[in-house]
């Protein structure tokens, strides 16, 4: 059955080489007069980059002022000295120049000048917020597709708690996406890019309330183009083809298409990975790629509608041979020899992380407690579930 | 070569069943205090459609006029009518309740309404619109795209002049779609308009100038659901899953997603169908099926980077045995013989036009006077290979 969907993807996306320069104009024409521009690592500050982005503000007589250190999982104690400077400023305009963690801190920062109250209710589920300041974004590191999406997620410092809000009002007015700018990045980082890419499709593609063929179809082709395109930046990191191949697919899976006629998604991994990367602070793609094995095992009995068999015969090129359940799970299994294969973790260990007993308990516990301890779509998931994962993950 | 691209996609789709009733809200949201309904048939007025949309205007007292009578291949003269009206009446936001001829009828309606001067000039290519009154669509036929394009056609009615004006004004704030409000079309109109929508795809998926791995990947998927579709809706025109499929398509092929890392595309083919559609009134998605195969055959020669062997291969199930030569006409003909599958037609007669020696002489010459004597991409048209190409489709 097909549900009914609203797609709303208003970012204005601009793609290809040579592109930062125009950032002065798409903030000019968004209404810009005064911008935070928002960044994680100094990376950006000495390759230049900022540099550019400054140059291109000035042309336009945009005045800005500047806030990094963001880091992987970003926290909230950045979030509020980023809303307490664009106060002070008086900042009408937001630029994230780094990859998803800055793009969602600084949504967060949108959030907190325009509402308001703690900014932490929004991502606590105590209130909605009802507006953002505009955001826009220059990508450098193509994963979490928050350039086009609704979504934001952020940890808070005490308690390594890491929560997202998805809203609307948060979509990018713009984004600049340059995919030259990604091409410097470690090899893990890229991995753990593709990784994340290929989960927002999957969460959506493997869900189990509602689907439509042709969401299938563009899945299918998402699903194919990233595996092909990691493999070939494995290899050949400076390929710009394939990273440019990457960074638009990070944006398509994450913007709504791939999730048109669903319920929605499942998105167990995405919450099972959230408290990982609070407690243990490990790349979000990576945490993924950790857990999915084990979470697709618990979870394929109750798949009805053979999503995972249709990922394992039209994605992962596993022949149709034997029994539905063997198909299914040789499916799995080219998954995560998929991982392997770009050098993503396929347990908790080969990730990093040997939780303790407590620790397993506080995991299971955490994720019961943020999403009302009923989790995902193919099966539903409490909290004893949670830790059966977690610890089969090990 | 993947070539930059800007990829603005505006429009908040509202899709599926039940629907409707949220037009007044949408509306209003946007800012409508007085709109133009504008609509072709009577059908809408007579199944209730139209006063259900009235009810949602007035529930939100939104104020409204109403302007039918938009016939396929949409008319000047109903443009000025209804600029005329418009002003008139103070009205401030537009509603499109019909297919690809009436929102492109509105559309010109806003340009007419937000620029001085005559709203023909931007059609005969002498000015650029600087702007465009607010369009809201709610469609009824699954064809043109133009719920989410940046295109709109217009025929002036003396000597059947067809002329196109793309321009990122004009695309639509939201668009309502409910597959159920397309399952009374008759079946020519379905299958014209599901030829409609892969044109729309192949004008961009076979042009020569850039291409990108993941944009041919959703292409290939959309056209192959497409095809799937439009043959299960020959044998059940009321299957509402078969409908919604086909709805998305028709958004998703002309919304710019389908030309991501393309040169544009070639649009020859639009281009030689635009004359006939201007000059014989025929109906767009079979008027292009009548001429591709001839322009296919003629131009596939110069297809340099093997895009009709890949339309042939990963499309249209086309083994890749025997010369390259031999697998591109194969996968020509395997075309044709879809289109003849699903009722189009694959030469002007089948379409139900035969030009006098004259009239292939106008068609050229016209088409030739609107494209600046030089068309398409994958090889470069001028008036004498037009010619050719008409005759040949006879």
């Known amino acids: 059955m097909i549900q009914n969907f609203i797609y709303n993807t208003p970012t204005r996306v601009v793609f290809g080489q040579d592109t930062i320069g125009q950032v002065g104009k798409l903030a000019k024409e968004f209404g810009a007069t005064k911008v935070l521009l928002h960044y994680g690592s100094e990376r950006v500050q000495k390759n230049g980059l900022m540099e550019q982005v400054r140059q291109a503000l000035d042309a336009e007589g945009i005045g800005h002022v500047e806030l990094g250190g963001v880091v992987p999982n970003p926290r909230l104690s950045k979030v509020y000295e980023g809303i307490e400077l664009a106060r002070k400023e008086n900042v009408d305009f937001l630029i994230a120049v780094g990859g998803g963690s800055v793009v969602d801190s600084l949504k967060a920062i949108g959030y907190g000048l325009a509402n308001e109250g703690d900014v932490w209710d929004f991502y606590d589920f105590k209130r909605k917020p009802a507006a953002c300041l505009p955001v826009g974004v220059i990508l450098t590191i193509a994963a979490a597709g928050s350039e086009m999406s609704n979504s934001s997620v952020i940890t808070k410092d005490e308690g390594g708690i890491k929560r997202g809000c998805n809203n609307e009002a948060c979509r990018a007015k713009f984004a600049i996406m340059d995919p030259n700018l990604t091409m410097t990045l470690p090899e893990y980082q890229t991995m753990s890019g593709a990784t994340d890419i290929m989960m927002h499709t999957l ?4 869900s189990s309330g509602g689907h439509m063929e042709l969401t299938d179809a563009l ?16 290899e050949d990191p400076s390929n710009y083809e394939a990273r ?22 499942d998105w167990a991994c995405h919450r099972l990975e959230h408290e990982l990367g609070g407690l243990y602070d ?7 790629a950790a857990v999915w094995g ?4 618990y979870v394929r009995s109750n798949d009805k509608q053979g999503r995972f068999y249709k990922l394992a015969t039209r994605v992962l090129g596993v022949s149709a041979e034997g029994t539905e359940d063997e198909v299914v799970l040789r499916g799995i299994e080219a998954m995560e020899n998929f991982f392997r294969s770009i050098h993503m973790p396929t347990s908790l260990r080969e990730l990093g992380v040997d939780p303790t007993e407590e620790e397993y308990k506080v995991l299971a516990h955490k994720c019961a407690l943020s999403t009302g301890n009923n989790l995902g ?3 539903k998931l409490h909290e004893e579930d949670m830790e059966t994962i977690y610890r089969a993950a090990r």
Chains 1, 2 share one sequence.
């Open 203 to 206: 969460e959506r593609y493997l």
């Open 219 to 234: 899945a299918e082709g998402l699903l194919r183009t990233v595996m092909q395109n990691a493999k070939i930046l494995l």
């Open 244 to 265: 440019a191949e990457v960074m638009w697919a990070s944006s398509l899976s994450h913007n709504g298409l791939t999730g048109c006629g669903t319920d929605g998604g």
């Open 282 to 288: 490990v790349a979000h793609g990576a945490g993924l």
């Open 294 to 297: 084990t979470w697709a095992r």
């Open 377 to 379: 779509s193919i099966r």
